[in-house]
T-cell receptor
Framework: AQRVTQPEKLLSVFKGAPVELKCNYS??????LFWYVQYSRQRLQLLLR??SRESIKGFTADLNKGETSFHLKKPFAQEEDSAMYYC???????????FGTGTQLKVEL | NAGVTQTPKFQVLKTGQSMTLQCAQD?????MYWYRQDPGMGLRLIYY???????DKGEVPNGYNVSRLNKREFSLRLESAAPSQTSVYFC???????????FGPGTRLTVT
């Protein structure tokens, strides 16, 4: 069965410091990975997906099939990056997503 | 556009009571989903509907029923609520089975 692991419940960094939110997955087929974000008092929304290979709000994520990882990175954290981040995996047919447990990112001044 | 709306925002039920959570989207999306989120866990798919008139089970369907009333609406029913169903419930929709999922604001349900 597929699984998504986010090992850190909370990640606290200072403003301007690099950020890396870890995500590892377990799936025997060809995965499709996403990062979703939930800012305070806002809805869960898509941040980026590995297929598009784009940078959103300065964040990037590279799919590493050898390490089965899809870590989210940003070189310089901003206060507005503070939020809950979820890694998600889409497998097989349909649009069913398996979510990780989430990492709360706190950017301190 | 309101996007995905859910009612109610909060609900408290007694064990054994029934209720229906409502979800509607105004984006003309074909696919709709119901998730639950429990403390310390990720969102888990309860049921989804790939198109009007079709529904399918997700990871945790036991204790729930769904109805895809029309293209806009997808309801989730608890026939006999149990404390284990205390959770935050999220509805989502997407254009098709490969599209970005758009989420509602959630319904916080407590079963005592």
């Amino acid at each position: 069965a597929q699984r998504v692991t986010q090992p850190e419940k909370l990640l606290s960094v200072f403003k301007g410091a690099p950020v890396e939110l870890k995500c590892n997955y377990s799936y025997s087929g060809s995965p499709e990975l996403f990062w979703y974000v939930q800012y305070s008092r806002q809805r869960l929304q898509l941040l980026l997906r590995h297929i598009s290979r784009e940078s959103i709000k300065g964040f990037t994520a590279d799919l590493n099939k050898g390490e089965t990882s899809f870590h989210l990175k940003k070189p310089f954290a901003q206060e507005e990056d503070s939020a809950m981040y979820y890694c998600a995996l889409r497998t097989g047919g349909g649009n069913k997503l398996t979510f990780g447990t989430g990492t709360q990112l706190k950017v301190e001044l | 556009n309101a996007g995905v709306t859910q009612t109610p925002k909060f609900q408290v039920l007694k064990t054994g009571q029934s209720m229906t959570l409502q979800c509607a989207q105004d984006m003309n999306h074909n696919s709709m989903y119901w998730y639950r989120q429990d403390p310390g866990m990720g969102l888990r798919l309860i049921y989804y509907s790939a198109s009007e008139g079709t529904t399918d089970k997700g990871e945790v369907p036991n204790g729930y029923n769904v109805s895809r009333l029309n293209k806009r609406e997808f309801s989730l029913r608890l026939e006999s609520a149990a404390p284990s169903q205390t959770s935050v419930y999220f509805c989502a929709s997407s254009v098709g089975d490969m599209g970005e999922q758009y989420f509602g604001p959630g319904t916080r349900l407590t079963v005592t």
